[in-house]
């Protein structure tokens, strides 16, 4: 659905130096797929996540979203109904006095008919386990209902691929509980392809797949065992692995017999009683 092919993007900093903010990353993305992007700070990873619906364009390199390429102007309408986008801070994306007024003002915006429109938000918000709410105002919501609402308008546009943006970085546990599940249904249920940016690497492990960046670069990727068992390499990416794996890792150092692919607490706790 997306590929990315040696994507390259400078911009200039306050003091006019250019500065590579990407160098040379190239993904595909396939159809119905749960990818997971972590990465510290300024590795890159928002940065990508704005050229997959053409916030960013290119400065050398090409991305295309169902074969529309986003350097293309002509194309950006249907690329942005095609990807929808989920940012860090849910109030910087209300807009309405009213949660189904909000869910309803993209509709609004791209011309859906109003017969469309009520089923749509309906749909949207029952997807997100949202519809006891619909009546009441946002800013009462806590910051985890508040992003399902954010998450609510975005759906209401059917796009095949939603990318959030470190989603939960702005939360408490239980909300990140919240948009972590709700994300993992869309993708499940309803087959949304899915590109989850984030840097808590427990949430990481519900992905398909995991894409770890570093210095503008993509060092490796794989599923989230092939991925977290890579305990050091991970740390000097100044990444922490799931507390389970380091463990494991320390255990395994000092002598104890334990398999390489633990992630899961559920795994350690079951390798160590045997």
């Not at 290119?58 to 350097?71: A, H, Q, R, Y």
């Not at 849910?90 to 007024?101: F, G």
């Not at 011309?111 to 918000?125: F, H, N, T, Y």
Request: charged residues 25%.
């Amino acid at each position: 659905m997306i590929k990315i092919e040696n994507l390259k993007h400078y911009y200039k900093d306050i003091d006019g130096n250019e500065v590579k903010a990407l160098d040379g990353v190239s993904l595909s993305i396939a159809e119905g797929e749960f990818v997971a992007v972590i990465g510290a700070n300024g590795s890159g990873k928002s940065t990508l996540a704005r050229h997959l619906n053409g916030l960013l364009v290119p400065t050398e390199g090409k991305v295309t979203v169902n074969d529309m390429d986003t350097m293309d102007e002509d194309r950006t309408w249907d690329i942005r109904q095609s990807v929808g986008m989920v940012f860090q801070n849910p109030d910087n994306q209300i807009v309405a006095a009213i949660v189904e007024e909000d869910v309803a003002f993209g509709m609004e915006n791209i011309g859906v008919p109003s017969a469309e429109i009520r089923p749509r938000v309906d749909k949207a918000l029952a997807a997100v386990g949202m519809s006891d709410y619909a009546k009441h105002a946002p800013h009462l919501l806590s910051g985890g209902q508040k992003q399902r609402v954010a998450i609510a308008g975005i759906l209401g546009l059917e796009p095949k691929c939603i990318v959030l943006d470190e989603p939960t970085a702005m939360l408490d546990p239980q909300g990140r509980q919240e948009i972590v599940a709700t994300v993992k249904s869309l993708n499940k249920e309803k087959n949304i392809t899915i590109v989850y940016i984030t840097h808590y690497m427990e949430e990481a492990l519900q992905a398909d797949r995991v894409v770890v960046m570093g210095a503008g670069k993509i060092q490796f990727m794989g599923t989230p065992k092939e991925v977290f068992c890579r305990v050091e390499e991970l740390e000097k990416l100044g990444l922490e692995a799931p507390i389970a794996a380091k463990v494991a890792s320390e255990l395994r150092k000092c002598g104890a017999k334990l398999p390489k692919d633990i992630i899961t607490e559920e795994e350690l706790a079951k390798a160590l009683c045997q």
